[in-house]
């Protein structure tokens, strides 16, 4: 036998049906298109194997194998998702892919293609996993194309238009969240964010990611029954299926849907007749392989009341968080809703909104109005001067009810330690966390001084002040539980 090519994948001989193979190499790499294929599910198992589940989840699951031989071309869903991986992962998968084909380059592209069933390669096959039947979700199917059950009722059509991917105001604080709203819209039913689950603080853009993968999906796929309600709403229409005895309608009319999108699941705590008929709901809709979304304001497995068996099926998919936005998207979301309803909204006063409104949108929004219709009762233009005037007594008790004081009390019932504790002299690391975080959040929320917030912890420089704010976001970027702590209080400060 003669070789004809050593590759990684195998080594294709000169006889029988190898050499029909070797007839299909490329003149000018020597690597068919099926080879570039099983060069990037070689990578992806090593990325799989490096990167934790979320970062692979999001960013790197979603590239496809472009049909090119050399470079290998990685399609992503959207420019979002490509400026991202070239940033954060094209350097390693470069390295990867270049170690596995020495003459390989990679080059990234904004794209689809329709998946099709891999094809198993005729040497070296990779070896079969066997999922376990307690753990795993169903198989994946990426089109929704799914038989609804017999003698369902018509799936409601309560989207809100006017909530899109193109009128959500992307920021550093809900990047990922939209990053996989985005690709749920596209590749519904993908097991790796089936389902997926939006959690953070009330006012962030939940339900508009929601309604936005609704309308998407709604628009681009003829047919598809896509179901938007709240959790309230299930509860109410099964109680009312059970006065009425028409609990068969109830389920067929929610198991009829290819898209559910429920929003704040948290309110189906505590109610066990409830939880148990979602139960059956989500395990029906994701046999027949149907796209389900939700929401809540915690991360699921911290949902108090709720049945663990729902919570471990909260899990199966891709949870993502929407934290609260930093000053330049407030600014930006200003801007865009003052575009939208033909405001001359300038710059600066767009900016001293958004830096002394902290909280959520919902309140971002309500002092926009506000300045709104002072401007038009008294007939002047939207100056900083008749904002500071117009707001001055909303920015007032807004700066009282976040202060340094309030955000150090929080902080310590949060850790369970005394006020003292945070302006004490002591180094311990029990006490060094709470401490920094505190600091943080004071730059954060208030508009005190570096020295001042030193000042209210023990006397402590600015110096201090920023090294804190440092380590914080440090953290936060390196430690799940430390981030979750962040965000709760966040919260915590914002109610």
């Known amino acids: 036998?003669?070789?004809?090519?050593?590759?990684?994948?195998?080594?294709?001989?000169?006889d029988g049906l190898a050499l029909a193979t070797a007839a299909c190499l490329s003149k000018s790499t020597g690597i068919p298109n099926i080879m570039m294929v099983e060069l990037w599910q070689t990578c992806l198992s090593q990325l799989e194997r490096e990167l934790p589940p979320q970062d692979f989840n999001t960013w790197v699951r979603p590239l496809q194998c472009g049909d090119s031989q050399n470079p290998l071309t990685l399609l992503a869903p959207n420019r979002f998702v490509l400026e991202w991986v070239k940033q954060h992962y094209l350097a390693r998968i470069t390295s990867i892919v270049t170690g596995l084909q020495a003459d390989c380059r990679v080059e990234l592209d904004i794209g689809t293609r329709e998946r099709a069933v891999p094809r198993p390669s005729a040497v070296n096959?990779?070896?079969?996993?066997?999922?376990?039947?307690?753990?795993?979700?169903?198989?994946?199917?990426?089109?929704?194309?799914?038989?609804?059950?017999?003698?369902?009722?018509?799936?409601?059509?309560?989207?809100?238009?006017?909530?899109?991917?193109?009128?959500?105001?992307?920021?550093?604080?809900?990047?990922?969240?939209?990053?996989?709203?985005?690709?749920?819209?596209?590749?519904?039913?993908?097991?790796?964010?089936?389902?997926?689950?939006?959690?953070?603080?009330?006012?962030?853009?939940?339900?508009?990611l929601m309604h936005a993968i609704g309308n998407h999906i709604r628009k681009h796929r003829d047919g598809a029954r896509v179901m938007f309600v709240t959790s309230e709403r299930f509860v109410s229409d099964m109680v009312k299926a059970l006065q009425h005895h028409s609990i068969d309608v109830f389920k067929n009319n929610y198991r009829s849907a290819d898209v559910l999108l429920i929003d704040d699941i948290q309110f189906l705590a505590g109610k066990e007749r409830s939880q148990d008929e979602f139960f059956h709901t989500f395990n029906e809709l994701l046999g027949r392989h149907c796209q389900i979304v939700m929401t809540?304001?915690?991360?699921?497995?911290?949902?108090?009341?709720?049945?663990?068996?729902?919570?471990?099926?909260?899990?199966?998919?891709?949870?993502?968080?929407?934290?609260?936005?930093?000053?330049?998207?407030?600014?930006?979301?200003?801007?865009?809703k003052a575009a939208a309803s033909q405001c001359d909204l300038p710059p600066e006063v767009a900016f001293f909104i958004s830096n002394h409104i902290r909280s959520h949108i919902r309140d971002l929004e309500g002092a926009f109005r506000r300045v709104m219709a002072h401007s038009k009762f008294m007939g002047k233009p939207i100056t900083l001067e008749f904002t500071k005037d117009a707001l001055k007594d909303l920015i007032a008790l807004h700066d009282r009810a976040i202060s340094v004081d309030n955000i150090q009390k929080v902080v310590a019932e949060y850790y369970k330690i005394r006020v003292a504790d945070l302006v004490s002299k002591s180094k311990k690391r029990p006490l060094t966390r709470p401490r920094q975080l505190?600091?943080?959040?004071?730059?954060?929320?208030?508009?005190?001084?570096?020295?001042?917030?030193?000042?209210?912890?023990?006397?402590?420089?600015?110096?201090?002040?920023?090294?804190?704010?440092?380590?914080?976001?440090?953290?936060?970027?390196?430690?799940?539980g430390f981030f979750e702590d962040y965000e709760k209080i966040r919260q915590l400060l914002s109610h």
């Open 438 to 480: 505190a600091m943080a959040l004071s730059r954060e929320f208030t508009s005190e001084s570096l020295p001042s917030i030193g000042g209210f912890f023990g006397g402590r420089d600015h110096t201090t002040v920023l090294h804190a704010t440092k380590k914080v976001a440090e953290l936060r970027e390196t430690d799940r």
């Open 125 to 208: 096959p990779a070896p079969s996993r066997t999922p376990t039947a307690a753990a795993t979700p169903p198989p994946e199917k990426t089109a929704v194309t799914s038989k609804a059950p017999p003698q369902s009722a018509p799936v409601p059509d309560n989207l809100d238009p006017t909530y899109t991917f193109d009128t959500f105001i992307a920021g550093k604080s809900n990047e990922i969240a939209r990053a996989a709203s985005e690709q749920v819209a596209l590749n519904p039913c993908d097991k790796h964010y089936n389902p997926l689950f939006i959690y953070g603080g009330v006012g962030l853009g939940k339900t508009h």
């Open 1 to 14: 036998m003669k070789l004809i090519n050593g590759a990684t994948y195998g080594i294709i001989y000169e």
């Open 296 to 336: 809540s304001d915690t991360y699921p497995k911290e949902i108090e009341n709720l049945d663990d068996r729902l919570k471990s099926r909260f899990s199966w998919g891709l949870s993502v968080a929407v934290e609260l936005p930093d000053v330049e998207t407030r600014q930006a979301i200003l801007m865009s």
